[in-house]
């Protein structure tokens, strides 16, 4: 069984390969350039380094958000595309649980974050339980302050993961003291071989039907939301393009 | 060596999500377009991120479609194409991402396509394309006079300075409280209006081919504003008829002028504006004073964005021997030349 894992949902791009029980390679960057331009050629150089073409593949394993829209939709068009087009099945992993698999042997609860700006950030609660990572509490997107108070409620040391932790460890150990424990950048990125691992694991899901986990609601559809149930104020005019092509 | 070619083109640039397969670059063998224009009518315009949204729950069942209407398999296909830009950056990277993905999967050529190209192109799947020619591109972020020598070259001898034709159509369709997308709200009230009101036309600089619609959406706003404060009433069949005089006025005899000053065989009219009636028929009677010209109207279904044209410019690219690679991205600001 052959699994390709793509996670391009936020400024970490992660590709990697799996074959039966092993991790043939994977490619992982943390700098600031274009997804877009550099998911495909990290796919097929990773491929082509070790020799596996894509007809062999047996599945594609995507990290389907939470992160950044842009992000996260080009990595699921690409992942959707090519168990598409290729007849194999595509399963979706949350980006959090991806990266909460780094805590694999930290014996309390693990946090995974991304920054959502605005002192928002979107996050879950995890944990390893006889070596399988389990959801405690599911992703969302929270104010980092009420997530660090909803935290320091339960007794357990918290494991903060990801690149947007150390913004918030100040914050959290503010709630929590000692309790708090922050990745280091050798943990902080998400692994695409935890991606694959996890994603092994999870529901095959047709790839037409395939969509992303945006967590929240695109901005103008949330107002006109609230509008029809009359929730509105005249001051929260959603702002629009009305360009057909800017 | 005369074997056909079969090309799969991909549209995401704004709200349509589109896939079609074209043979030789001028036969349309499928044609598929998804709109997502009711989902964006209840917010007045394009969303662009909803529209990102849509695209990628649609993609892949689009090209699906396209290629079962089309009867083929990805071993038949020649090449991919698909429109780099202009557009909406998050819509194009839909389409970009899921031809990359396309090529790769299946060894296939990918080549990056200009929109505008699209668009001119589009006629192709008309009429044969004859040189020189001048294409008019009128849609809701187009408006431009573009020469062409030859297959692949253009020369934007004229464009918009500030609104596009359509942008403006959109704007006066709202202050006349037309519902969106106005256009074509206001071609219709157009035709049962008279064009009494008077309207100035933008001609520029002697000579310029450039287009300027900014001043005439104001004094159709102003005109509006002003007989409201003095209590009276405009009818909105005059408005739309005066307007579009205005805005069809300016396009056509700059076209014509242009289509004589460059000797052209062949005018072209592309965008989505061209499914405009008043345009069409003024443009037919004016290129009455250039016998021997032909004037190429594609069918509404081809003037709106869809990816036959995409195809159609991409097959003459493949044929160039033009090639994108992998790294191949969307780009809003795409340049035609
Ligand atoms: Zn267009």
């Known amino acids: 069984m052959k699994i390709l894992g793509i996670d391009t949902s936020n400024m970490p791009l992660g590709i990697a390969l799996m074959d039966g029980n092993v991790i043939k390679g994977e490619i992982i960057t943390n700098v600031k350039k274009d997804h877009s331009a550099r998911a495909m050629p990290a796919i097929e150089s990773l491929l082509r380094q070790c020799g596996i073409t894509p007809d062999e593949l047996d599945l594609i394993v995507v990290a389907k958000g939470p992160g950044s829209y842009t992000g996260v939709r080009i990595g699921v068009t690409i992942a959707k595309t090519l168990a598409w087009s290729l007849g194999i099945p595509i399963a979706g992993v949350s980006s959090l649980e991806v990266l909460a698999a780094n805590g694999r042997y930290f014996p309390g609860v693990i946090v995974p974050l991304f920054d959502a700006r605005r002192g928002q950030i979107y996050t879950g609660l995890y944990r390893y339980e006889g070596g399988v990572l389990r959801c405690l509490e599911e992703d969302r997107i929270v104010a980092a302050d009420e997530w660090a108070h909803q935290l320091s409620q339960q007794g357990e040391d918290v494991l903060l993961v990801g690149v947007d932790a150390p913004l918030y460890s100040e914050l959290f150990r503010n709630h929590l003291g000692e309790r708090v424990h922050v990745a280091p950048p050798s943990l902080a990125l998400p692994r695409p071989s935890e991606l694959v691992m996890l994603g092994k694991e999870k529901e095959r899901e047709n790839a037409h039907a395939f969509v992303p986990n945006y967590i929240r609601l695109a901005e103008a559809e949330a107002k006109w939301l609230a509008k029809q149930k009359g929730e509105g104020t005249d001051g929260d005019r959603c702002t629009i393009s009305s360009n057909d092509h800017p | ?337």
């Open chain 2, 1 to 337: 060596m005369n074997e056909d070619v079969y090309v799969l083109g991909i549209e995401t640039s704004c709200d349509e999500t589109a896939a079609a397969v074209v043979k030789n670059g001028k036969e349309i063998v499928s044609n598929v377009v998804a709109s997502q224009m009711e989902s964006h009518r209840r917010f007045g315009g394009v969303v662009p991120e909803i529209a990102s949204r849509h695209h990628v729950e649609q993609i892949t069942l689009v090209i699906e479609e396209a290629m079962q209407r089309a009867g083929v398999s990805f071993s038949n296909l020649d090449a991919v194409a698909v429109t780099a830009g202009p557009g909406l950056v998050g819509a194009l990277l839909v389409g970009v991402n899921a031809a990359k993905a396309l090529a790769f999967a299946h060894g296939l050529p990918l080549v990056g396509v200009h929109h505008i190209a699209g668009h001119i192109y589009a006629n192709q799947l008309v009429a044969e394309m004859k040189f020189p020619l001048l294409a008019l591109v009128v849609s809701g972020g187009h408006t431009e006079l573009i020469y062409m020598e030859e297959h692949g070259k253009f020369t934007v001898i004229g464009e918009t300075r500030d609104d596009a034709a359509g942008e403006a159509y959109d704007k006066v369709a709202r202050a006349l409280g037309l519902p969106y997308p106005g256009g074509p709200h206001i071609d219709r009230l157009a035709h049962e209006g008279e064009p009494v009101i008077d309207l100035p036309r933008a001609w520029l600089e002697e000579g310029s081919y450039d287009f300027s619609f900014s001043g005439l959406k104001s004094a159709v706003l102003n005109t509006l504003h002003n007989a409201k404060q003095r209590g009276e009433e405009i009818d909105p069949k005059h408005m739309a008829a005066s307007f579009q005089e205005s805005v069809v006025d300016v396009l056509v005899t700059k076209t014509v002028q242009a289509a004589k000053q460059y000797r052209v065989r062949q005018v072209l009219l592309a965008g989505g504006v061209a499914a405009n009636r008043g345009l069409r028929s003024a443009l037919q009677d004016k290129m009455k004073e250039l016998p021997g010209v032909e004037l190429v109207i594609p069918p509404l279904s081809l003037c709106t964005d869809n990816a036959a044209m995409i195809a159609a410019a991409g097959t003459v690219l493949y044929w160039q021997g033009k090639r994108s690679d992998l790294a191949l991205n969307a780009n809003p600001g795409l340049p035609l030349v």
